[in-house]
T-cell receptor, first 114, second 115 residues
Framework: AQTVTQSQPEMSVQEAETVTLSCTYD???????LFWYKQPPSRQMILVIR????KQQNATENRFSVNFQKAAKSFSLKISDSQLGDTAMYFC???????????WGAGTKLIIKP | GAGVSQSPRYKVAKRGQDVALRCDPI?????LFWYQQALGQGPEFLTY????????KSGLPSDRFFAERPEGSVSTLKIQRTQQEDSAVYLC?????????????FGPGTRLTVL
């Protein structure tokens, strides 16, 4: 079965700190794509960052970066210089080449405190 | 419009009623997805369209759920004889083309409450 596990239901950090959200996944496929999505309170889901499994280099988008460990099936998200607007639910997800079903984790609620 | 829109945003139904949820994807987007998100959980895949063709409906939980996209743009998710376990947020997403790596753009969702 294909699964995503986010072991941190909730995290809270001070503004400007760095925070890392963990994600592990399980699939027998070799070609897949990993995503972190952000769902702010009462707002829609938006893509934060994407990683192709065939790429060894970790993806980076401004303050957001990932630590992708393919052998360990781990895909953590690091947010640097956290801002109040980063407060949201963060979901880790992946999709394989063999179908179009995004498989999602249960999410981590991230709270940035002023 | 600039993004994916869904209507209604909120729907309250009595158990046994039929409901229809509408999704307007971004213009020109080939792929359209429906997800069900229970309270406090991540979304779960329901179904996928490529243009007007429903290529995967394996996530639909029962035969009470039906989705269509007859002209390859607007899509409707219909739930017949609603049950309390159908209460959830139903998310629609679209992407520009058919590759699985493409970013999916999400609508605001329809929150369905079945009493």
């Amino acid at each position: 079965a294909q699964t995503v596990t986010q072991s941190q239901p909730e995290m809270s950090v001070q503004e400007a700190e760095t925070v890392t959200l963990s994600c592990t996944y399980d699939t027998s496929e070799n070609n897949y794509y990993l995503f972190w999505y952000k769902q702010p309170p009462s707002r829609q889901m938006i893509l934060v960052i994407r990683q192709e499994a065939y790429k060894q280099q970790n993806a980076t988008e401004n303050r957001f970066s990932v630590n992708f460990q393919k052998a360990a099936k781990s895909f953590s998200l690091k947010i640097s210089d956290s801002q109040l607007g980063d407060t949201a639910m963060y979901f880790c997800a992946f999709i394989t080449d063999s179908n179009y079903q995004l498989i999602w984790g249960a999410g981590t609620k991230l709270i940035i405190k002023p | 419009g600039a993004g994916v829109s869904q209507s209604p945003r909120y729907k309250v139904a009595k158990r046994g009623q039929d409901v229809a949820l509408r999704c307007d994807p971004i213009s020109g987007h080939v792929s359209l997805f429906w997800y069900q998100q229970a309270l406090g959980q991540g979304p779960e895949f329901l179904t996928y369209f490529q243009n007007e063709a429903q290529l995967d409906k394996s996530g639909l939980p029962s035969d009470r759920f039906f989705a269509e996209r007859p002209e390859g743009s607007v899509s409707t998710l219909k739930i017949q004889r609603t049950q309390q376990e159908d209460s959830a947020v139903y998310l629609c997403a679209s992407s520009f083309n058919q590759g699985p790596s493409n970013e999916q753009f999400f609508g605001p969702g329809t929150r369905l409450t079945v009493l």
